[in-house]
């Protein structure tokens, strides 16, 4: 009997090890299963919080830069298209082609109105246009905010409180200076418009590795600012007007 109650003890025992390994097993793969803390704690390009398309204002506007209309986004980028072929490469000039634009509407219109009796159809009907006085107002007031603070920012920059942001608005503008001397206007803002146009889509499908890289790239440069700063930025003297702040 001694035998018997020591070979049930036994199984027990065994039974408790398998249950508890069974447990163990499950939840580690329970835990590899949960997403990392390192994921949820991606960071964002500019630190931002909300989907692209919330950040692009939502609505039409955001669907026709994220394509989602694709047929309005690629008319758009169709029509600046051959506006900037008309203009750059055909040697179009802008009174020249407002003009004939308004000959061949005027044309358009009036023979349509004039044949619609004719053929029994209805003549067209011209919308009546009145800009609002608050539209043109509201552009006013943005454009002077704009220009009062690239006087702020100039003066800023020019007083010479913050060398890192003196750097990198003269970085800024002969890096601008140099690509403009590639392109014509027409052509500079062209490029800017089909980049600014696709950028947005080609991001939100690929936000996780830009993201990713974009991370990577800002601790590089960090890394290389702060060896920058140590050892030529701290040794520069500092104007006047910086000295009088310390004190």
């Not at 009907?125 to 905010?145: G, S, W």
Request: charged residues 25%; aromatic residues 12%.
């Amino acid at each position: 009997m001694s035998e018997i109650g020591e070979h049930n003890s036994m199984t027990e025992k065994i039974n408790e090890m398998i249950h508890e390994y069974k447990g163990s097993s499950s939840s580690s793969d329970s835990e590899s299963e949960r997403p990392s803390s390192h994921n949820a704690r991606k960071k964002r390009l500019f630190g931002r919080k909300e989907s692209v398309h919330k950040v692009l204002g939502g609505g039409k506007y955001a669907d026709i830069i994220l394509w989602r209309d694709k047929k309005t986004s690629g008319s758009i980028l169709a029509g600046v298209t051959i506006i900037w072929i008309l203009f750059e490469w055909l040697g179009y000039h802008l009174l020249t082609f407002i003009c004939h634009s308004v000959i061949a509407l005027l044309a358009l219109s009036f023979i349509w109105s004039n044949a619609a009796s004719f053929v029994n159809r209805s003549p067209p009907k011209f919308p009546e246009v009145i800009l609002p006085e608050d539209l043109f107002l509201q552009i006013a007031q943005t454009i002077r905010f704009e220009i009062n603070e690239a006087f702020v920012t100039f003066r800023y920059v020019a007083s010479g409180k913050d060398l890192k942001t003196f750097l990198m608005v003269i970085a800024g503008l002969w890096v601008i200076s140099v690509v403009g001397s590639w392109f014509s206007f027409l052509t500079l803002f062209y490029i800017i418009f089909v980049i600014a146009y696709t950028l947005p889509v080609f991001y939100e499908k690929y936000e996780d590795h830009v993201d990713t890289a974009a991370e990577k790239a800002m601790v590089e440069i960090s890394k290389h600012y702060k060896v920058l700063d140590e050892k030529v930025l701290q040794k520069i003297p500092r104007g006047p007007f910086a000295d009088k702040k310390q004190h």
